[in-house]
């Protein structure tokens, strides 16, 4: 069973996405459910994790209504705002629609280094825990020590890694990526997905070997029962194809694995962090 714990849908009809500069110019079209239904028939996919792209409870809802009708969006990773006073009541009506599974925010693009050290953050990410939803904490390499800060305040919250916290592949860097990594590693409540890899990489030239320290050090800290696959599709578009994100990581790391490992990192891994239906 595969699962793709990693993808994005969009309406540019609805809403403007501010992170899509012109740069991303292959990104500003739609990408709705018909699309990913067409990108993933030939890759034996059993059921996916749609993941928030806009900070808005109406994307969230959105989403939702997708999901609710698609027999291959198993989970819903949405938005709220953190700090909302009414936030435990937002989370009630969300969890209303059982595929509501987690939130994330775009702590990659805050231009306050602390932002995720807030009280208030703090307290929203609690209630997400009390109120058994996963986090999907999406940071660049360099917020990774205020990421560690922030585990030790959240001893048990169920938290998972977009990314592999998007080190600086193009430029071969590993430190203190790699150590800030193996330390948050050292928390069993955490997970990491082995996604959005080609993006930083040259998108032109990457080579498979760009990846193999990244994958191979990820897989020697978290072990194979705490990495998901995640295409992150369609962002992965700038760099490459769904055929080519699948199969990097096999290339690199499937003659360390047995099948059941094997299957867990495909699709185990995700169907239980994620509760997924």
């Given at each position: ?8 849908l969009w ?122 939803l996963t ?17 030790e305040r ?124």
């Amino acid at each position: 069973m595969i699962i793709d714990s990693h993808h994005h849908l969009w309406n540019l009809r609805l809403r403007d996405y501010p992170w899509m500069s012109p740069e991303l110019k292959p990104l500003d079209r739609n990408f709705l459910e018909d699309d990913l239904v067409k990108t993933v028939q030939s890759s034996h996919i059993s059921g996916t994790v749609l993941v928030q792209a806009h900070q808005s409870l109406e994307e969230t809802r959105w989403l939702l209504q997708i999901a609710e009708k698609s027999n291959l969006i198993l989970g819903v990773v949405g938005w709220v705002d953190l700090k909302e006073s009414n936030l435990e009541k937002t989370l009630e009506k969300l969890k209303g629609n059982l595929k509501f599974k987690g939130v994330r925010h775009l702590i990659q693009d805050e231009p306050d280094a602390n932002w995720m050290l807030q009280p208030e953050v703090i307290r929203g990410l609690k209630m997400l825990h009390e109120a058994r939803l996963t986090y999907d904490l999406l940071v660049k390499s360099h917020q990774l020590e205020n990421a560690l800060r922030l585990v030790e305040r959240l001893p048990e919250m169920p938290i998972i890694v977009d990314h592999i916290a998007k080190p600086s592949i193009k430029a071969g860097i590993r430190e203190p990526w790699a150590s800030q990594m193996k330390e948050l590693a050292r928390s069993p409540h955490i997970y990491c997905k082995i996604s959005g890899l080609i993006t930083e990489a040259d998108h032109q030239h990457w080579r498979e070997t760009d990846f193999s320290f990244y994958l191979e050090h990820i897989l020697y800290v978290f072990g194979w029962d705490r990495i998901c696959w995640g295409s992150d599709w369609p962002v992965c578009l700038m760099a490459g194809d769904y055929g080519q994100v699948m199969k990097l990581p096999e290339i690199i790391l499937r003659s360390s694995a047995n099948q059941a490992q094997w299957d867990a990192f495909m699709g185990g891994n995700a169907l239980k962090f994620y509760d997924l239906l």
